[in-house]
């Protein structure tokens, strides 16, 4: 049985582009999670006064790809050590956030967070925040899949 994911960090379409190449992801949107607006457009969240973060929300199969190997991919793909912005972009909605499905997904989340604190990667803090995922509501059509329909494979990431 697949199992969901849902992380954010930055911009949703390079973070969309490197969940997508993982063996065993079965499928991803992106979207707008953690805020307090219903439904909420684009243009709504990049005025950063919903209180959402731009997110993709993985479907994964656990037998092919571990929630332990898609937080590897998370930590990669962005800086956890920026506190609301990623590169280029400014505000809470490009916060550093996984939002966790289950109490064991909050469990490893924390661990490998903690193992990345320890690890000495980073000389600033790592500022990512861990949250019980809340309504995840999906991204306008436009921008699923957004650089792969314009055969781009990465943004700034």
């Not at 992106?30 to 805020?35: D, E, K, Q, S, T």
């Not at 490998?112 to 949250?131: C, D, H, M, N, Y």
Request: glycine fraction near 8%.
């Amino acid at each position: 049985m697949n199992e969901k994911a849902t992380f954010g960090a930055g911009c949703f379409w390079g973070v969309e582009a490197a969940f997508r190449r993982v063996p065993g992801v079965v499928s991803t949107q992106v979207g707008y999670a953690g805020g307090q607006t219903k439904s909420p457009s684009y243009q709504e969240v990049c005025t950063d006064t919903t209180g959402h973060a731009e997110v993709v929300q993985v479907e994964f199969d656990p037998a092919q790809a571990s929630y332990e190997q898609l937080l590897e991919v998370f930590w990669q793909v962005h800086d956890p050590t920026q506190l609301n912005h990623q590169g280029p972009d400014f505000g809470k909605q490009y916060r550093t956030v996984i939002f966790f499905h289950s109490p064991e997904q909050e469990k490893v989340a924390r661990e490998s967070k903690a193992r990345l604190e320890a690890s000495g990667k980073f000389r600033r803090p790592v500022v990512t925040q861990i949250e019980p995922a809340r309504e995840f509501w999906r991204a306008e059509e436009y921008h699923q899949q957004y650089l792969e329909k314009r055969g781009m494979g990465a943004c700034h990431l």
